[in-house]
């Protein structure tokens, strides 16, 4: 058989549990993806190919003798590297952590572990995290496989960029203030955020501890959410039905914030699919919504300057420029306004949870750009020049703030060739119901998941 | 440094203020890890702290909290 990476996780399953495949062959094929393409997309920071095919003969064998553990067994998948593994060197993209070899397996690592998916390597991240880019100092920038000249996104870009390349079914992530839904947007693939706290961090490298939460890449809603079953109990309910006509709410002042035009364009083109099938669109107005970036940032600033100032004073030559001034800049933040911030964001739940009464959905773009060049410090934005950070953040950071569950799908191309994502936030705890409209809006797209030009 | 009686003390809020403070908190830092950051990289980076507490600070005046107490006690 023909291992195509790119086959849907629950038919890689099947072939791997009816013995059509074998893991071994499965595993072997994305490491040798991953081989071949790391030089031109510089994804991984560990690609782990002894240890892989080790996993996966265990997997083999284990499978021979009846003892199939689930739909996980024996898939290849990554982690992005800020995720403890055991016995394996984790450096949170810093040479800060560069010769950390943890003793044990982060609580989403060991899950899969016990779930008997196959670790491929360690995945190319924005230095502790912090940066939308994966423009990493350190281990050099990770490329975007629909054009190698553009950032993949980030913090997750080199799980985002392995993932599109067909390496691995799926791919660990963590998201801080967008950090899987915009490599996710970036390189054409899908990311959720589920609700804060749904998956244990435990084992993670924290950026900020109110706003951090692990999530999943992969290649669909559906495959991305039965990763998420595995790590930890989905909050919301499931229902077997098809999700009734669900309501989309469109939040007027974001969408009237600097945007692409042909991102806005397939954008809405993706909206009135969704609408074609039923779904129902209000415009709403949420002029508070635009606050969630600048409150955002100041808590991420204050916070990670807290989680590294004692590292940070010891070994600050060890870091990367772009984190050290941000953690300069975090320092200097006041305790008074990160109080202010706090509270605003108290009130902006609240805010939210009234809003979710009216809709299922808020409707965004994930980017309000494509994915713009390596090195890039600025964009052109409908004729504006905006820092590249706040033209990839400034959607994503609401759902961010709120804690609320997010999801980001690809809903097009640009007549460039590279992806855009469309954005869904669900109210918190409405995971499932979330990833059910959002396998909606799959169908209604109609992405055929294509591969990236030059990638076979 | 609020008057208290005779007794003047920092009250927590102006401890915890870095308006104006920025510049010398960054400048107090990269010294102390010997960081070498010219004049006016100092002052960029102080300017984009200040800019954003200034955002906070505004949306926090157009954001109506609910008010903790009973109106009476206004």
């Known amino acids: ?456 | 440094m609020t008057e208290l009686g005779s007794v003047k003390r920092p009250y927590l809020a102006d401890l915890f203020r870095s308006d104006g403070l920025e510049d010398q908190v960054i400048g107090n830092l990269a010294q102390r890890i010997g960081l070498r950051l010219t004049d006016g990289d100092r002052r960029a980076l102080a300017a984009t702290v200040r800019r954003l507490a200034e955002q906070v600070r505004t949306a926090d005046t157009e954001f109506e909290h609910d008010d903790p107490f009973p109106a009476y006690l206004a």
């Open chain 1, 1 to 456: 058989m023909t291992v195509l990476p790119f086959l849907a996780l629950d038919q890689i399953a099947e072939a791997i549990r009816t013995k059509k495949v074998s893991p071994v062959e499965v595993v072997c094929d994305a490491l040798a993806r991953g081989r071949r393409l790391q030089p031109r997309l510089n994804c991984f920071i560990s690609l782990l190919e002894e240890q892989a095919i080790d996993e996966a003969q265990r997997a083999e064998r284990e499978i021979c003798l009846g003892r199939y553990r689930g739909l996980l067994h024996g898939i290849p998948y990554t982690v992005k590297d800020v995720f403890a593994t055991a016995g394996v060197r984790t450096t949170a993209g810093s040479r800060v952590l560069g010769d950390w070899v943890p003793q044990k397996d982060a609580a989403a690592v060991a899950s899969l572990r016990a779930a008997g998916a196959v670790l491929l390597g360690k995945t190319n991240t924005s230095e502790f995290a912090a940066g939308p880019t994966t423009a990493n100092e350190h281990y050099g920038p990770a490329r975007n496989p629909w054009d190698v000249d553009r950032v993949p996104g980030g913090s997750s870009g080199g799980s985002a960029a392995a993932l599109a390349a067909g390496i691995g079914a799926f791919s660990l992530g963590t998201d801080t203030g967008g950090s899987i839904r915009m490599p996710a947007a970036a390189c054409g693939v899908v990311g959720l955020k589920p609700s804060i706290g749904s998956v244990p961090r435990r084992g993670v490298v924290m950026l900020s501890w109110s706003l951090d939460t692990v999530g999943i890449l992969a290649h669909s809603v559906e495959d991305g959410a039965r990763v998420l079953d595995a790590l930890g109990p989905a909050r919301g309910v499931e229902t077997d039905a098809a999700p009734s006509p669900f309501r989309i709410g469109l939040p007027i002042e974001l969408l009237d914030e600097p945007c692409d035009p042909e991102v806005r364009r397939i954008f809405m083109a993706a909206i009135a699919r969704a609408c074609e099938r039923g779904a129902h669109v209000e415009r709403l107005s949420v002029p508070w919504a635009r606050h969630a970036l600048p409150v955002n940032n100041l808590i991420s600033w204050f916070e990670s300057w807290a989680v590294h100032e004692r590292i940070f004073v010891a070994h600050s030559k060890s870091y990367g420029e772009a984190i050290r001034r941000r953690l300069l800049m975090g320092a200097a933040v006041g305790a008074e306004d990160y109080r202010t911030a706090l509270r605003i964001r108290h009130g902006f739940v609240r805010r939210a949870e009234d809003l979710f009464r009216r809709i299922d959905v808020l409707a965004l773009p994930t980017l309000s750009v494509p994915p713009p060049p390596v090195g890039a410090e600025e964009v052109e934005v409908a004729g504006q020049r905006i820092s590249t950070l706040d033209a990839l953040g400034r959607f994503t950071r609401f759902a961010s703030f709120t804690g609320q569950p997010a999801l980001s799908l690809p809903c097009g191309l640009t007549g460039g060739g590279l992806p855009v994502g469309l954005q869904l936030i669900g109210p918190i705890g409405g995971d499932r119901r979330l990833w059910q409209i959002g396998q909606e809006f799959e169908a209604a797209i109609g992405w055929d998941r294509p591969v990236p030009p030059g990638i076979s």
